[in-house]
T-cell receptor, first 112, second 115 residues
């Protein structure tokens, strides 16, 4: 799996957009980008994934650069409940999803 | 999405004892995974539990310390044996969604403290 690099922490004002970057410069052509988050005292929660096109769902948007070497998770209107650790993972879909490497992630703190 | 129930949610145990953690899923899944999350750290995969075969352990984890059962497609247990304070962690059960999307779902975790 390609290695990812994320900033250790970020702050965001409530109601504003939170933009969380992830660098995956060694990503290979068949690897997808997945985002998860872990709210305190809970298990990780799937947010979104993509290959090369931008994706949007009810939780967030995922912007992947054209060269696919980086991506940004966007929470359009952050709330206090979005305070969590956000993990960016890169891997090939298929078996052995459990072997997804969870790095240190980004701790997002949403402030009133 | 799948619903994953873990028991117990937390426990405080004495050194040298063992604790069995249960993971129940509301649908049949082929692959289940057990993770450890030490205080302030990220997740580390302990093993993959496949129904009908022995669990596959990651480097640094052994069956004698973390025996796993997988009696059917909706249930698994992880036992933390002969515990020491260094085993104090959150233990998480996870499954892979069927199909090829590679999306994982996690239980809420078991918070273990060893005295």
């Amino acid at each position: 799996d390609a290695k990812t690099t994320q900033p250790p922490s970020m702050d965001c004002a409530e109601g504003r957009a939170a933009n969380l970057p992830c660098n995956h410069s060694t990503i290979s052509g068949n690897e997808y980008v997945y985002w998860y988050r872990q709210i305190h005292s809970q298990g990780p929660q799937y947010i979104i994934h993509g290959l090369k096109n931008n994706e949007t769902n009810e939780m967030a948007s995922l912007i992947i650069t054209e060269d696919r070497k980086s991506s940004t998770l966007i929470l359009p209107h952050a709330t206090l409940r979005d305070t969590a650790v956000y993990y960016c993972i890169v891997r090939v879909p298929g078996t052995n999803a459990g072997k997804s490497t969870f790095g240190d992630g980004t701790t997002l703190t949403v402030k009133p | 999405s799948a619903v994953i129930s873990q028991k117990p949610s937390r426990d405080i145990c004495q050194r040298g004892t063992s604790l069995t953690i249960q993971c129940q899923v509301d649908s049949q899944v082929t692959m289940m995974f057990w993770y450890r999350q030490q205080p302030g750290q990220s997740l580390t995969l302990i093993a993959t539990a496949n129904q009908g075969s022995e669990a596959t352990y990651e480097s640094g984890f052994v069956i004698d310390k973390f025996p796993i059962s997988r009696p059917n497609l909706t249930f698994s247990t992880l036992t933390v044996s002969n515990m020491s304070p260094e085993d104090s962690s959150i233990y998480l059960c996870s499954i892979q969604q069927s199909g090829n999307l590679n999306i994982q779902y996690f239980g809420a975790g078991t918070r273990l403290s060893v005295l």
